[in-house]
């Protein structure tokens, strides 16, 4: 995955995505959902990228599919 710019594209509404974010002296990747045309919590930072999240790691679905048939025995 590549980073998009918010220049070009932002992301669907409601939709949760890492972000890269400059405030002040201060910049970070950190996830944040977007919503009325901006990222929740990040209103006053000037966030310059986004991407879709990475799919979670396979192992743990398989262990949350096998801790769900434990229980539903």
Do not use: C
């Not at 710019?5 to 977007?34: C, M, N």
């Not at 999240?53 to 949350?64: A, F, N």
């Amino acid at each position: 995955m590549n980073w998009i710019s918010v220049k070009e594209r932002l992301p669907a509404v409601g939709e949760t995505v890492l972000i890269y974010y400059r405030y002040h002296d201060q910049q970070s990747i950190v996830t944040a959902r977007f919503v009325n045309g901006g990222f929740i919590g990040f209103w006053d930072a000037d966030v310059t990228h986004w991407m879709p999240l990475p799919e979670p790691p396979k192992e743990r679905i398989l262990e949350e599919k096998r801790k769900n048939t434990r229980l539903n025995r």
